[in-house]
């Protein structure tokens, strides 16, 4: 019996360092090219790594590309992002959506740029210590940019990790399981060197689950741990991650009021705290539960001149984390040189692109304006 347990201890001990090594000779041979991950062989830059993790937190690779080239040529370190204002900030992050993000990085550039003299820390518990950056970001960083030897577990990860040991445990309960077992994935560190190739074990398990082990048909066949896959074996692979069923917030209904004068919109900006905080919008109402028209129209800006309210057909939806989003559109026109009400401003319609719109004030203007 002692022999027995024996061998499968040491049989075990192999397994555990036969997968990283397949894992990190499939990444040399088919690593992904993303602008924020370096060429082979040369060291990641830890600002990079950060503004695009940032940036990639609930927003798939695809979409976040392009905003992560534009911040870094408008804004090359965090230096330069810290002093920048944070009207700027969110007016270049309108449209990646999820805009805590957006305020979370531009406190976190200026509090690297004042309190760590522009240079990020290199370990978990520095990074947590700075705005937006909770514990999977943290060792995102630490790993990539900082060769620590630790796994961050993101949405690919925990696919692959789910399906290679078949975890039963449904999300999100089997989130430290499965950060355990992912642990077990990390590359062996060189003897005295406690960097090793941490980063690029993570990134390789990004890259497996994003391009072969995906949420539907996984090409299995292609997989460099698909003989040590146990979901595989069976067959159930696309039945994981196994995931406790999702509860939906509630409806929420509203009306948004497009007023122009001339070629000229009304809008306001969001209390900074909250939903959208900071964003550009045209005026609302509450979004509530079963909005009344009549209540919505109530709260109506009231700039002189506006004789009648025109409803637009359809609606406008929009779904937030939370909860889903329909919004009446009413249109009004003003007379030119009517004030804007307190609070609010009269921007050029031409210049809209330059304005920090989250994509649900986007989707209303289009419908209010008809373009």
């Known amino acids: 019996m002692t022999r027995s347990l024996t061998l499968r201890k040491s049989e075990q001990a192999v397994e555990d360092s036969v997968r990283p090594a397949l894992l990190l000779a499939w990444y040399d041979r088919h690593r992904r090219a993303l602008p924020w991950r370096p060429l082979p062989g040369r060291p990641a830059d830890p600002y990079a790594v950060w503004l695009s993790e940032i940036m990639l937190q609930q927003t798939g690779v695809k979409t976040v590309g392009p905003y992560f080239l534009k911040f870094m040529a408008r804004w090359p370190d965090v230096t330069s992002l810290g002093r920048a204002s944070l009207d700027d900030v969110l007016r270049m992050w309108a449209g990646l959506g999820y805009y805590s993000r957006a305020r979370n990085l531009h406190a976190c550039a200026a509090a690297v740029a004042r309190d760590h003299g522009g240079v990020f820390p290199d370990s978990e518990a520095g990074l947590r210590a700075l705005p937006g950056i909770g514990p999977y970001t943290a060792a ?16 690919n990860i925990e696919r692959v990790v789910s399906r290679l040991f078949a975890v039963e445990q449904p999300l999100p309960q089997a989130k430290p399981l499965i950060k355990q077992l992912a642990a077990t994935l990390l590359g062996a560190s060189r003897a005295g060197d406690e960097k090793s190739r941490a980063g690029d074990s993570a990134q390789a398990l990004m890259d497996l689950g994003s391009s072969i082990c995906t949420p539907k048909k996984p090409a299995c066949a292609l997989c460099p741990l698909n003989d040590d896959c146990v979901s595989r074996a069976r067959g159930d692979q696309e039945t994981f991650p196994r995931k406790a069923p999702k509860k939906a917030g509630a409806l929420r209904r509203g009306a948004a009021f497009v007023v122009t004068r001339g070629e000229e919109l009304l809008v306001r900006t969001r209390p900074e705290k909250g939903l959208l905080g900071g964003m ?21 800006p009231r700039p002189k001149g506006i004789a009648r309210w025109h409803r637009k057909t359809g609606t406008v939806t929009h779904v937030f984390t939370h909860f889903p989003l329909e919004l009446v559109v009413y249109t009004a026109k003003t007379a030119a040189r009517t004030r804007a009400p307190v609070g609010m401003r009269w921007v050029p319609v031409a210049t809209l692109a330059d304005e920090a719109l989250p994509n649900v004030m986007r989707k209303v203007i289009a419908h209010g304006l008809g373009l």
Do not use: H, N, Y
């Open 140 to 155: 995102a960083i630490s790993a990539i940019a900082f060769g620590r030897r630790t796994m961050p577990v993101d949405g």
């Open 280 to 300: 550009t919008e045209v005026p609302t109402s509450d979004w509530v539960a079963g909005q009344d028209d009549k209540v919505a129209l109530k709260q109506a």
